[in-house]
């Protein structure tokens, strides 16, 4: 983390100022220290760069945090030379590549930094935070940013963050892996700062699930496997069926079989061969580590945003946006 992240943060207990204990290193990085909070008097560890607010229930989601250590670099743009998270970040948000320019965006669920590398690229200030060790990596993958880029290890629901603090949030892929997605939503509409925007994207709760019985069949137990074991098994699903997916890619009729398989098969004409098999043995380990997959309806999700006062919504399967009125 970096000396300016402190003026940033607040204690996720009580809400107080916290301070760095300790000299403040200038431009530096700060590696290892201590943040004490002006109120409970609570003492959060930096360790190896990032802020650790997360408790106990961080154990839930370490699937991720296995994951994105392991193959954290596939789906970043920069390293993998692609440009798919660009395409998906702008798509999801709805916000112009030039907006981005100068304004400090809230990540939430970074995962190994794929969307927050194409925002900090863009100019922004990025705060990333993962529940899980996925930060690690984030920190490894955006450490090019410099002090544009600063990850805390915390809950979504228990931000460790000043109200008002930010002019966006975005949310990927995230909420349906949480125990509480609306509650989510809350928590980061929370931080916004007046005029400041919001988007969420997630799994829509529709008939796709019916589509995969394999997928869900095997879910019953999977989230209980060791990460080792969850990673032989997906590799050995991978090795069996990618090789028919891939050859019936751009067969339009035949293709439609991959959806009943047991992984979840990317092809995409951007990615080579090998970074499609990568890619897929990736969201496949993401189908069945997961402890929570609670699939959500845009239209509750937008009547949330309405409940909590937000404006401009707009809402539509798998995506929210929305931005809190004007002071």
Known sequence: MF????????????????????????????????????GCREIYRVRDGIPRFAGDDSENFENFGYQWNLLGNVQIDRLAGHRLSEGRLLSET????????????????????????????????????????????????????????NCLQASIFDLPLKPGIVDAVFSLGVIQHTPDPERAVASMASVLRPGGRLAVNFYEKDFWPWLQPIKYALRLTTPSWEQESLLGFCKALVKAFFPLSYAIRNVRKARLLSHFLPICTVHNPELNK??????????????????????QRHT?????????????????PGVVQASKPAA
């Open 274 to 295: 090998q970074q499609q098999h990568d890619w897929t043995l990736l969201d496949t380990f993401d189908w069945y580590g997961p402890h929570y997959e609670l699939r």
């Open 3 to 38: 000396a300016k992240l402190v003026d940033w943060l607040a204690c996720p207990k009580c809400g107080a100022d916290l301070s760095l204990d300790g000299p403040v290193p200038g431009d530096a990085e700060i590696i290892d220290a201590s943040l004490t909070c002006q």
């Open 300 to 316: 509750r999700l937008g009547a949330l945003l309405g409940e909590l006062n937000m404006k401009n919504i707009k809402a539509r």
């Open 94 to 149: 709805g916000w112009d590549a030039d907006w981005f320019k100068g304004k400090v965006i809230l990540d939430c669920g970074c995962g190994a930094g794929r969307f927050a590398d194409v925002a900090a690229g863009l100019g922004a200030t990025v705060i990333a935070v993962d529940i899980s060790r996925a930060v690690d990596a984030c920190r490894e993958n955006l450490s090019v940013h410099g002090d544009h880029v």
